[in-house]
């Protein structure tokens, strides 16, 4: 009991959403729909087919706004970090992938995301304060108490099913970090996008009209846990899903995955002459189904062991030359029926001619791996279960990656990264199979409930909790290694970057606000030093990188006085600038050369030669 007086309004809302159903949109009365379920003559505005929302358009804006902010290096919380093509960063997602747009557009292999999934007790970001300055935006996202820890208050809030805009919230706040992740795909590139009931109908049509529906691969049904469901009051929901796309379906090159161990003991039973070299092997009928079309070069007799003639009830999978081949080559097996009748099978080995184990196709149905094992692993490298509660395990990622990546290189991309699955499936499969692939893991330093087990053991955010994960991660491959003879040993990347999302280490002009001279005066005095003061070199150079479409793990050479970019294609000067620098630079004829204006210390004459040498030369000059 509230105390209140019955809702004449709610009540007359409620009988007719039991009426009709089909007027209602996000708990609110579409009249227009109203009007046509009356049998009004209505003609609907922008009749099409089409996914809208409310605050689409401002979704759009909010992808559309650039962003001044960069990533600063944090080596303390890195391993080997001069080494590594691995990456943590510790940010806002939408504003990372906005920074990473120059240095990484066409560069991801695979992207793999486990978003809120929008039960209506998820705090995430959606972009619903549109009269807001970018300054305000940009303060509101870097939200911190005083211990230094985003706030939940300022950056994301937890969106109700009673609020009105429950599905049009989700969707404004996926709409911009899919299309910003569609630009960093490679063309042959896929994503994996995980989900449950409760946004799987509206995920796919965003997906479509984001990466385009002739680009749609397959729907990945993923059944979570065993049984148990005795508290539910209908069905016993075992599944979750994962949404598959393709940057370009044409550029995606076939999938083939391999073989599990467990198919391996369940199929690969048989041996013959050829097992020291292809392994084990199956049977398969050699007689065609009914689903191929008829070709009568397929109809031909096949000698069997006992000198009769096999002909098939229909027709035959190989050409005769084929099969005659085979048989010499003892790759057919005869089996005698209950009836006394051979039968042909082709015998498929383990492994192919050159020793390798087989590929199979993948199926678009994983079933033997649950979320109880994604919780095994955290204790397993915790001790305590509830550091992180429900991550998907290692085993269903690593079937993603083999599915998404089939030569073990490339980068993947996970800018939900949580508790860091994805980093710790890159590692595990790379130690497995001796793969290059590399990580880029994005996620927000959201601050960890104090009562909670994470937060009682020093993890006072997610991101911390990732972090720790992938150094513990390390640490096990690292400790496995020890007494093996140098042969055996891991020859892997064991190392990762840690960046952390910040507003610019430059002063940036906002002119307006400026109303009279005077104001613009102060202004200018302001930028007369266009470098903030907490501004360390290395930041300055992470930033200009970045922002000349250089990436996070670009080789760099320091000298005295500058720095040298994938081996001399770009070089930047930040403590010093001489005509000795200069000449030292334009000797090695970089593609192009950034410094900062402060340099030259008022020194009109030596910036003015640098300008003309460096475009006789042929070299693209920036001052910052």
């Known amino acids: 009991m509230d105390g209140e007086s019955l809702d004449i309004k709610q009540e007359k809302i409620e009988r007719l959403k039991e009426l009709l159903p089909e007027v209602f949109a996000e708990e609110k009365i579409d009249w227009e729909k109203l009007k046509a379920a009356l049998g009004e003559d209505v003609e609907f505005k922008n009749e099409r087919y089409v996914l809208n929302w409310a605050g689409k358009s401002d979704a759009f804006k909010v992808l559309q706004a ?47 995301i486990d978003p809120p999934y929008n039960t209506g007790s998820d705090n995430f970001i959606y972009p619903d304060r549109f009269s807001e300055t970018k300054e305000e935006y940009l303060e509101r996202i870097g939200d911190k108490d005083e211990l230094g820890y985003i706030t939940r208050e300022g950056l994301f809030r937890k969106n109700s099913k009673d609020g009105g805009h429950y599905h049009s919230n989700w969707l404004s706040m996926m709409y911009p970090r899919l299309f910003l992740a569609r630009n960093l795909l490679r063309e042959d590139g896929v994503i994996f996008v995980s989900i449950d009931d409760n946004e799987v109908h509206n995920l796919r049509l965003l997906m479509n009209e984001v990466f385009g529906e002739e680009n749609f691969v397959d729907c990945i049904i993923w059944k979570k846990r065993y049984g148990g469901g005795a508290k539910e009051k209908f069905l016993v929901s075992l599944h979750e899903y994962v949404l598959v796309y393709a940057k370009n379906f044409a550029e995606l090159p076939e999938i083939f995955i391999p073989l599990s161990q467990k198919s391996i003991d369940k ?123 429900f991550p998907k395990p290692t085993a269903f990622i690593n079937f993603l990656i083999t599915i998404g990546i089939n030569d073990k290189t490339g980068i993947i991309l996970d800018f939900f990264s949580g508790s860091c699955t994805t980093a710790h499936a890159v590692l595990d499969l790379n130690k497995q199979d001796n793969g290059n692939r590399k990580f880029i893991c994005v996620q927000l330093p959201e601050k960890s409930d104090e009562k909670s087990e994470a937060f009682k053991a020093g993890y006072k955010t997610i991101a911390d909790i990732g972090k720790e994960r992938i150094r513990r991660v390390i640490k096990k491959i690292k400790e496995e290694d020890e007494g093996k003879l140098p042969f055996e040993k891991t020859k892997q990347d064991l190392g990762f970057k840690v960046f952390k999302l910040q507003p610019s280490n430059f002063k940036i002009w906002q002119g307006d606000g400026i109303e009279n001279g005077r104001q613009l005066e102060k202004h200018l005095q302001l930028h007369l030093d266009s470098i903030k003061k907490d501004a360390s070199e290395e930041y300055m150079l992470y930033e200009l990188l970045l922002k000349s479409g250089r990436d996070l793990n670009s080789k760099i050479e320091s000298t005295d006085n500058y720095y040298r970019i994938n081996d001399g294609e770009m070089v930047i000067a930040i403590s010093k600038i001489d005509e000795k620098n200069v000449d030292s630079i334009l000797e090695v004829k970089p593609q192009i050369f950034i410094t900062l204006d402060k340099l030259f210390e008022n020194n009109d004459q030596l910036k003015t030669n640098t300008l003309l040498q460096m475009k006789d030369a042929g070299i693209e000059f920036k001052v910052v």
């Open 267 to 389: 199929y690969y039973k048989l041996k013959d002459k050829n097992f020291s070299l292809r392994g084990a092997y199956r049977t398969h009928p050699l007689e065609a189904t009914k689903s191929m079309g008829e070709r009568k070069n397929l109809v031909y007799p096949i000698l069997a062991p006992d000198g009769t003639e096999v002909m098939p009830k229909r027709q035959w999978l190989w050409g005769k030359e084929r099969a005659q081949k085979a048989l010499h080559d003892g790759e057919l097996e005869f089996i005698k029926g209950k009836d006394r009748k051979w039968t042909v099978h082709t015998k498929q080995y383990l492994k192919n001619e050159n020793g390798e184990i087989r590929k199979d196709k993948a199926f678009s149905i994983v079933d033997d791996v649950y979320t109880q094992h994604g919780t095994n692993e955290i204790i397993d490298l915790f001790g305590n279960a509830q550091i992180f509660s």
């Open 66 to 112: 650039p962003t001044t902010a960069t990533l600063v290096p944090d080596r303390n919380e890195s391993i080997d970090f001069d080494d590594t093509g691995n990456i943590f960063i510790e940010g806002e997602n939408l504003e990372v992938l906005k920074v990473l747009q120059k240095s990484y557009f066409g560069k991801i292999k695979m992207i793999d």
